[in-house]
């Protein structure tokens, strides 16, 4: 696992991006109107299926630039962020299929093509399993360890249940633990030999990226809010 590493810089870019992240809902969530802004169609359940769509794609990039252990870590993630796509989507039952995609029986039958899936890649690429979990729990991987925190925080508000501000917290935890995974994502394949913004200019390309990102958001949450 040599080739998925996080500097210094990178670990101030994702404090502040999710630190503006966390800020602008905090302040854009009305909380007399909250049953709006917290719906599963709404803002900031919207932004959050964008980020998971995002970093799912994302990591399923950077599995196509990487090899071995790497490429076995990064196809995980992005399998993890699609599961948490189709649990976080919520569609109107208008026909058979989106009924379908609400019932349990899809839950279901989901689980088991990913079990079936996760069984058969891992029974084929066995001798790579060792790589990944000795890079799962050293140093290196600590941003995961942060989206993690996040989405347990997220759970725990949640288990609170009451208050309209646990509410707010909930979504703010778990929107920020899929944005974090869209920042890694990004980072993994930004610092690939192979990738074409593999340049120093690409640092500004990444800034900018990423306020692209944010101004989506807030037009995305203004959008759904009319």
């Known amino acids: 696992m040599s080739r998925i590493e996080f500097t210094p810089k990178f670990a101030l870019f994702l404090f502040f991006a999710l630190a503006i992240n966390a800020a602008y809902f905090w302040l854009a969530i009305d909380p007399v109107d909250v049953s709006v802004s917290l719906d599963e169609s709404g803002a900031i359940e919207t932004v959050q299926l964008v980020y998971l ?22 196809i995980g ?7 948490f796509f189709l649990r976080e989507l919520e569609i109107d039952k208008t026909g058979p ?18 079990a079936g899936v996760a069984v058969v890649y891992l029974v084929l690429r ?9 890079y799962v729990f050293s140093k290196t991987a600590w941003p995961f360890y942060i989206a993690g925190v996040l989405l347990l925080a997220g759970a725990l508000f949640d288990m609170l249940h009451g ?6 917290k909930e979504e703010i935890f778990e929107c920020s633990s ?15 030999p192979g990738a074409i913004l593999r340049r120093k200019s690409a640092d500004f390309l990444m ?7 944010f101004a989506g958001a807030c037009w995305l949450t203004e959008l759904v809010n009319r």
């Open 178 to 192: 899929y944005l974090s995974l869209v920042l890694v994502a990004g980072m993994v394949c930004y610092q690939q």
């Open 97 to 114: 299929i989106s009924t379908y995609l609400q019932s349990k029986s899809f839950r279901a039958h989901e689980a088991l093509l990913v």
């Open 126 to 134: 066995w001798r790579l399993v060792s790589d990944v979990v000795r």
């Open 77 to 83: 993630v992005s399998v993890l962020g699609l599961v």
């Open 207 to 213: 800034v900018v990226v990423t306020v692209c990102l």
């Open 53 to 74: 769509a995002s970093g799912a794609a994302l990591f399923f990039a950077a599995a196509a630039m990487l090899s071995k252990a790497d490429r076995m870590l990064c």
């Open 163 to 168: 208050s309209v501000s646990n509410q707010i």
